[in-house]
């Protein structure tokens, strides 16, 4: 292994690791390329439920007993490494937010992801204004339910506002437009770090009243469905079937798939979604979730579509760590998991990830073995051929003539020649079967050498283990038997990643 695939690329902080209800613990995170060293507008933040405190409380532990003449630079810590220019760990935070952090990446808009940068964002004006980017669907939720001169002045610089932050509306997907090879579809949102965005499913609302996808037909979202149609939304060459829900067919059953309907079903589930965060130089990447639900009994199964485009990273090895909700052990029955995950229905995924690894894995091989077949190929071709005499052929006749019918018969003299491969004959019905098959029993370890970092952990608040300690060990448990090979961590605040 060489230093270029020892040698760390990305960090990610972890600023809050929590689901609530404890409020100075809720999610977020801070990301950077190592190789742009602490520069301004370096770092983004991926959602914010608390920022600036949890910032200053990470120096705070970190603070030498003695202060050094500003400008010194941390030893321990999260922030090791970076010079810091005040005397305090409350200015020197406001500094890493003001300075430091360029963008803030939001994965949905419920307060436990967006407080903190919500209330910090009036208190540093800096001399830019802050970026915040997300799909379009949350950057109108924070348009219209937050920074609405209601419930928050409007600090963006749309619709007259003060002019502090700017959103950035992404695409779902990537953009086409943008990038090539591996960075196809990532726009840079910062110095060093590229992006890409999906969309994923967060469960309904808890309100009584049946239940529509966010992706029903009365979404004007691109590549709407009709939440009665489960089946054609999954995926249909994905490693693990799943079972339909019985109530998404309730309508048709009832009274047809033409039959008018008494009452229009509200649109109501709620969308989160995930980033893929790429370091420009190396490649290297991780994977943040938001709030996401399990594939197998979301009303929009959209999960599928991550693990899809996580499997070739992995196979890689560009894909390190996947940071991913799992907010209740597996004594919360499903119908109060709110559009959350729990170590059953993780590991659910996880296994669907791993067959798409697989996937990918053959697939590799398969185009490794198709070069190689073709070069052989190409070689042949360089070799001299002998036609061979024949008294039968005595008027002149074209070569494709003679090359066919020296193909149509045995018996006729020639050179041993390797494999020629042609367009309808690279693949064999077993190279086929190969690629497409998915993990056996025996395909274990398909994610050896992920870390499955666990965030979003919801407190009890009660005497006993803590809640994290029962999920590790529901997920260690779960993994004796699946044998994925892939390392499960309970994420704490202050927790500090080098991938």
């Given at each position: ?7 760390p ?9 929590g ?33 600036q ?46 300075s430091?952090?360029d ?7 419920h ?37 609405n ?14 002019g ?73 060459h ?21 039959s ?13 979604s ?23 009994i979301?009303?929009?199964?959209r ?34 998991l ?22 990918a894995?053959?697939?590799r ?48 003299p020639?050179?041993?020649?390797p ?26 370890k ?15 608040l ?38």
């Open positions: 292994m060489n230093e270029d695939e020892i040698a690329a990305l960090q990610v902080i972890v600023l809050g690791s689901g609530g209800p404890d409020e100075s613990n809720t999610t977020a995170f801070l990301v950077r390329s190592v190789a742009q060293e602490w520069r301004k507008g370096s770092i983004i933040a991926v959602d914010a439920g608390v920022h405190s949890s910032i200053k409380q990470l120096l705070q532990d970190a603070w030498p007993s003695e202060t050094p003449k500003p400008p010194f630079t941390l030893t321990t810590g999260p922030f090791a490494g970076l010079p810091l220019p005040c005397d305090s760990p409350r200015a020197n935070a406001a500094h890493i937010s003001c430091l952090v963008s803030i990446l939001v994965t949905h808009p307060l436990d992801h967006i407080s903190g940068f919500v209330v910090n964002t009036a208190g540093f004006p800096g001399t830019r204004p802050k970026k915040v980017a997300a799909l379009p669907s949350t950057i109108q939720a924070l348009k219209t339910h937050i920074f001169n209601v419930i928050w002045p409007n600090l963006s610089d749309e619709n007259n506002g003060a502090l932050l700017t959103y950035l509306r992404l695409v779902e997907g990537g953009s086409p437009a943008l990038g090539d090879g591996e960075g196809r579809g990532y726009s840079e949102i910062c110095d060093g770090l590229l992006i890409k965005a999906w969309s994923v499913s967060h469960g309904h609302c808890i309100e009584k009243h049946s239940h529509r996808g966010s992706a029903s037909s009365a979404s004007t979202r691109w590549g709407s469905h009709d939440a009665s149609s489960q089946a054609s939304r999954r995926d249909p994905g490693p693990t079937s799943q079972p339909l829900r019985a109530s998404s067919l309730l309508g048709q059953i009832t009274f047809g798939p033409g008018p309907q008494p009452e229009q079903e509200k649109v109501c589930v709620y969308d989160s995930a980033y893929f965060i790429q370091d420009a130089a190396t490649r290297r990447e991780v994977l943040i979730f938001g709030d996401v639900e399990p594939d197998s979301s009303l929009s199964p999960n599928y579509q991550i693990w899809q485009e996580a499997a070739p990273k992995i196979a890689t090895g560009n894909l390190k760590a996947i940071f991913i909700e799992c907010s209740y052990d597996d004594s919360q029955c499903d119908d109060r709110f559009g959350h995950l729990k170590p059953l229905y993780l590991m659910q995924e996880l296994q669907a990830l791993a067959g798409h690894v697989q996937l894995r053959n697939t091989i398969m185009e490794s073995e198709s070069k190689k077949r073709k070069r052989m190929g190409s070689v042949a071709d360089e070799l001299p051929h002998r036609v061979p005499s024949n008294p039968g052929l005595e008027s002149p006749v074209s070569p494709k003539t003679i090359k066919a019918s020296m193909v149509g018969d045995a018996n006729l020639g050179p041993d020649t494999h020629l491969s042609t367009p309808t004959a690279e693949l064999s019905l077993r190279d086929l079967e190969a690629a497409t098959s998915y993990p056996s029993p025996s395909s274990t398909q994610l050896e050498g992920l870390k499955v970092v666990i965030i979003h952990v919801k407190d009890r009660t005497d006993g283990p803590p809640v994290g300690d029962t999920i590790l060990q529901e997920l260690q448990d779960y993994e004796k038997d699946a044998q994925l090979g892939c390392e499960f961590i309970i994420s704490q605040k202050g927790h500090s990643f080098y991938l």
